[in-house]
């Protein structure tokens, strides 16, 4: 018989101060909670919480919390400005169209020569060609006899046209956009050789180049080029042409002078010793000195060298290549001139002429020409325009390139090669030329291999330059993407240029 038979009871026996429930004795809680002595916590509901979010003391906070993200903001765009302010940046300075524009020299003559037409004519065809490779300015010479006087300043050379096809020719450079320099270099614009026979009537000359002047202006001639060595280059005589310019210029259409420096410094124009830039415009330098032989190597570093090394800001320059060179230097050199600060005034040129570019258009279906027995330099002559093409729109949107600083980069001389940190790999070798030119955080390098062997870059050379790199031209026109200097090497008579920036960030 079991312990507990019949009793209901057991293991339900009530605690002080509770009641057995019968049969329930696994419902009952063994620990039972204290009544609570106040109000339990409810969430408020929707119209409760209207009502408190709407009360004087959450309204307060929130008009602080506006209050104080807006003074934060302003706080922040305040501080910016001042940064952006205070901060030392490039200031674009405005350029007139003789600073941005690349010169082209070209004589009519030399295109009846080449090409079996009269020569104006042959120039109104290459107008929109030259345009299309970025020439903002043509420069005609040779146009007039050289013992031109100011009597007959208005008449032209017999070979190079008439007075009528010159100012067809004006016609057409002003619809293609392209500015006409007529050159009065080396003409007798005083008047001296027939002053000696008239000298009873001295000013009837200077009234004849007055006369001469406002002719070609009224034509629509930009300006006007003389030499150093001219009678023309006086305090005097610029002065009076000056005046004839204002009658004549605007804005977009100044009429310049453009002054041929051909001794090592430009001779002043008073006795003062200075240069008055505000009455000559352009004075076009020659990068190589003139000679009637072929320069050597070695000659043509050392001219180059001497002007990457005297870089000079009193006046506006243009530079010309001048002196006589080997034909694998031409590319380098012009490379150089169109980097250089300054205005470049490239001299005529077969291989950038319109005549062989339609030639390439018409024979040259394949990459390759069909004959290159009879046409050995096709390709190179389609290298040359490309590189013209490439520095001349490189320098019309690259801000470095047109009005930049300039930076010499002196490597070790050739009289310092052996040294242990050389960058020549021959003693005999001419130097490796490099310079910079930089706008703000904008660094353009240009490398100048002027010898005739292969030449590795020194890892301690210019170790504050940002190693990394993307190539812009060259003169082989087969460098692209992106270069380390670490591991850049200059081929033979090679001109690079690379825009330069930090590794990780592009400018």
């Known amino acids: 018989m079991p312990l507990n038979a019949g009793d209901t009871s057991y293991g339900s026996v009530p605690g002080p101060g509770l009641q057995s429930a019968a049969g329930g004795s696994e419902a009952v809680p063994l620990l039972i909670p204290e009544p609570e002595s106040g109000r339990q916590w409810e969430p408020m509901n929707r119209r409760e919480l209207e009502v408190t979010a709407g009360g004087p003391g959450w309204r307060k906070v929130r008009c602080y919390l506006v209050l104080l993200f807006w003074l934060s903001w302003v706080s922040m765009l305040a501080v910016s400005i001042a940064i952006i302010t205070i901060s030392p940046r490039p200031v674009e300075a405005p350029l007139r169209w003789w600073q941005k524009s690349v010169f082209y020299q070209l004589e009519p003559e030399l295109l009846l020569e080449a090409r079996g037409s009269e020569g104006i004519s042959a120039v109104c065809e290459q107008l929109p060609f030259l345009r299309s490779l970025g020439v903002g300015a043509l420069i005609l010479e040779g146009l007039f006899k050289k013992e031109a006087s100011p009597l007959n300043l208005t008449a032209v050379g017999r070979n190079s046209g008439t007075e009528a096809q010159i100012q067809h020719l004006l016609l057409e450079s002003n619809k293609a956009g392209v500015k006409v320099v007529l050159d009065f270099c080396e003409l007798d614009l005083s008047g001296h050789q027939d002053a000696a026979r008239n000298s009873h009537e001295p000013s009837n000359f200077s009234a004849s180049v007055k006369h001469a002047l406002r002719h070609w202006l009224e034509k629509g001639v930009a300006g006007f080029a003389i030499c150093d060595t001219d009678a023309a280059y006086?305090?005097?005589?610029?002065?009076?042409?000056?005046?004839?310019?204002?009658?004549?210029?605007?804005?977009?259409?100044?009429?310049?002078?453009?002054?041929?420096?051909?001794?090592?410094?430009?001779?002043?124009?008073?006795?003062?010793?200075?240069?008055?830039?505000?009455?000559?415009?352009?004075?076009?330098?020659?990068?190589?000195?003139?000679?009637?032989?072929?320069?050597?190597?070695?000659?043509?570093?050392?001219?180059?060298?001497?002007?990457?090394?005297?870089?000079?800001?009193?006046?506006?320059?243009?530079w010309t290549v001048g002196g006589k060179t080997s034909h694998d230097l031409k590319k380098l050199l012009m490379v150089l001139m169109m980097t250089l600060p300054g205005s470049p005034a490239v001299q005529y040129d077969?291989?950038?002429?319109?005549?062989?570019?339609v030639y390439l258009e018409v024979d040259g279906e394949t990459d390759e020409p069909s004959d290159t027995q009879a046409h050995p330099s096709l390709k190179d002559k389609r290298s040359a325009a490309a590189?013209?093409?490439?520095?001349?729109?490189?320098r019309s949107r690259e801000e470095a390139l047109l009005y930049g600083s300039f930076t010499f980069l002196p490597f070790n001389t050739s009289s310092s090669s052996s040294s242990s940190n050389s960058t020549f790999s021959s003693p005999s070798s001419p130097p490796v030329l490099a310079f910079l030119r930089s706008w703000g955080c904008v660094h353009f390098l240009v490398l100048l291999n002027i010898g005739p062997e292969v030449h590795p870059l020194d890892p301690n050379w210019a170790s504050n330059l940002p190693e990394a790199g993307v190539f812009v031209t060259s003169t082989g026109m087969d460098r692209l993407g992106s270069t380390s200097l670490d591991t850049l090497q200059l081929q033979p008579h090679e001109a690079i240029v690379i825009k330069l920036f930090k590794e990780g960030g592009y400018s």
């Open 234 to 318: 006086s305090e005097k005589t610029l002065l009076e042409w000056r005046g004839i310019f204002k009658e004549f210029s605007a804005e977009e259409e100044e009429r310049i002078v453009v002054v041929k420096q051909t001794a090592d410094i430009l001779r002043p124009l008073n006795s003062s010793g200075q240069i008055n830039a505000t009455m000559v415009n352009v004075v076009m330098r020659s990068i190589l000195p003139y000679s009637h032989h072929i320069l050597s190597t070695q000659e043509v570093a050392d001219a180059i060298e001497k002007h990457l090394q005297t870089q000079e800001g009193d006046l506006w320059p243009s």
């Open 350 to 357: 077969e291989q950038i002429d319109q005549t062989q570019h």
């Open 387 to 394: 590189l013209f093409t490439s520095l001349s729109r490189s």
